[in-house]
């Protein structure tokens, strides 16, 4: 048998869980060496969880980028150390797998895949639902042409008073970049680009609002994830986002929501073409709206939902060995992040502007 790689993870958060159970799941060619976390009873949890014996705990995530064994670096921080960390990383030769967004802007974006250019290595980006068996299989309907000319897109990914961790680095713009655009909406426009083979962009007209949870103390929820709330925390970013994207294919309208005084949840996205239509419904599967022998139908394709978390790092550590830049590379998810300069920009300008 080869030699196992070695990882790292950085971050040992909620969202390091994911990644840990998936390395786990291939620790006969992956070793997680390291479990790094400022606060070290966090780091130690992720250890029993899914480390060794001889896994190391950290605070300090240097002691990683100088232990030559190291291969693989998964970064699970708060969105503003996203690019400072993974260049660090990059520039002392290891291979990144970086979670979504890829950092609070598409300047810092394309930073981190300079750095990446400029050291050979691979830097993979979290946009998970590239590695979904719905998305895959939607993207194949649409470009073998099942659904016609695609004309029209609509996104909703509203929840009923959930801003999460509110008061604390979530709701901060200086470290998280926004709010649900960042942290709901990356997760909506990456698959929506990787199935439509990459959007040409050409304008767009956003609005955002931060209404709901500025009075911290007199927010009301019924769960919060990372809660509770900081009530003397910062709240400056948006729970609610709308908009429309042109593009020299179809027009993109979104509409997204933290938190809404509507009691009910809308977690979907629909694919309109001139033969029939797509409707998946997020984490899950999606039902094709067509015609067939003169009569309208509804087709529920069957399939095994995959675990997609599990095949995105599956695919970090085959590419780290090929050394081919995947789906999830970042010169395959710039598009998202320039999306999503572009609609805060012109909410915060109040109208439609160009997007080069």
Known sequence: MSERKKAAIIGCGTISGAHGKSYKLIS??????????????????????????????????????????????????????????????????????????????????LSMKNAADRNGRILNIGVVNRFSASVERIKNLISSGEIGELYQIYCSFRAFRSIPALGKWFTTKSEAGGGALIDWGVHFLDLIDYCCGGLDLKTVSAVCHSKLGRDIPGYLYRSMHAGPPEPNGTYDVEEYVTGLVRTSGPALTINGAWAQNIDEDAMFVEFMGTKGGIKLFYGSKFKVFTSAAGELITVEPKFELNDAFAAEIDAFVRCCGSREKIRSNIDNVLTTSKLMDAIYSSAELGQEIGIN
């Open 28 to 109: 006969d060619r992956v070793e997680l060496k390291y479990f790094c976390d400022l606060i070290p009873e966090r780091a130690e949890a992720r250890k029993k969880e899914f480390g060794e014996e001889s896994s190391v705990v950290t605070t300090d995530y240097r002691d990683i980028l100088r232990d030559p064994e190291v291969d693989m670096i998964s970064v699970c921080l708060p969105n503003r150390l996203h690019a400072p960390v993974t260049i660090d990383c990059l520039n002392a030769g290891k291979d990144v797998l970086c979670e979504k967004p890829a950092s609070t802007s598409y300047e810092l974006a």
